[in-house]
């Protein structure tokens, strides 16, 4: 089954779900929540700006960590296409909440595996955050000049998400905090999704085999002698050996 409709999350109800432990996963109260798909929290180059954008909700919304990636994906690609390292985005907004469902199938013939309890628990599915009216989202450090490429990379940004954003812009020139960040500053490093080693290990038998496979192949074009051709060949001989006799 995909994933449900945003409508279903968006609004606040009920009490945050979201005691989970890194350090003792099998004593925390919600067992199995999922990670979190947002890949990075800081992009661009940490140094001194002029001006700090915030992207905050009108409302209080619930969003999806997925569309939290969307958003920050949509962005970020904007600003590196245009300004390269000319900016600082930060992602504020981290998914804590678990979101719950009730597991079922959406096939053909599943009638009796999909009925159940009203309003069950349900079962860890999801990550999400809480924001509240006015709380940043996505903030963004940038120079006087380019606020207007700004402005186009977080209206791509807003489309991703659910609820009404408004822009919160904020002189920071003489701000202590600025001001003590360096003028070159420093590079974020980007995260790549690393490839599980399971499916490399398991993809290696292949791989040979098929190596295998192409050498004898260019042996045999070549007239080479290949691997196991010449039992082969003496069996043929025994045979016709024992029809003459």
């Known amino acids: 089954m995909g994933i449900r409709p945003a409508k279903t999350i968006r ?3 009920g009490p945050a779900w979201s005691r989970t432990s890194k350090r003792k996963p099998r004593k925390c109260f919600v067992k199995g929540a999922p990670h979190s798909k947002v890949r990075q929290y800081n992009m661009g180059t940490d140094k001194r700006f002029d001006l700090e954008v915030e ?4 409302a209080n919304v619930q969003l999806r960590d997925n569309a939290i990636e969307a958003a920050r994906q949509a962005a970020n690609k904007y600003l590196e296409k245009t300004l390269v390292d000319n900016f600082f985005l930060q992602v504020v907004a981290f ?4 979101i719950r469902e009730h597991s079922a199938l959406g096939v053909a013939g599943a009638d009796r595996i999909s009925k159940g309890m ?13 924001v509240r009216a006015g709380h940043a989202v996505l903030r963004a450090r940038i120079n006087k000049a380019q606020l207007p490429v700004l402005k186009a990379a977080f209206k791509r940004a807003r489309l991703k998400m659910s609820g009404a954003f408004q822009l919160v812009i904020r002189d920071i020139t003489n701000d202590a905090a600025n001001l003590s960040r360096s003028v070159i500053g420093r590079k974020m490093k980007k995260r790549e999704e690393v490839k599980p080693v399971v499916e490399a290990a398991a993809a290696a038998p292949a791989v040979e085999a098929a190596k295998e496979g192409e050498a004898a192949g260019e042996a045999a074009a070549k007239g080479a002698p290949v691997k196991g051709a010449p039992a082969k060949a003496e069996a043929k ?3 016709s050996a024992a029809r003459k006799k």
């Open 237 to 239: 001989e025994g045979k």
């Open 11 to 13: 609004e606040w109800k």
């Open 95 to 98: 998914p804590h909440l678990v």
């Open 55 to 58: 992207l905050c909700p009108t």
């Open 118 to 130: 009203k309003k069950n628990f349900g079962k860890p599915k999801g990550r999400m955050a809480r």
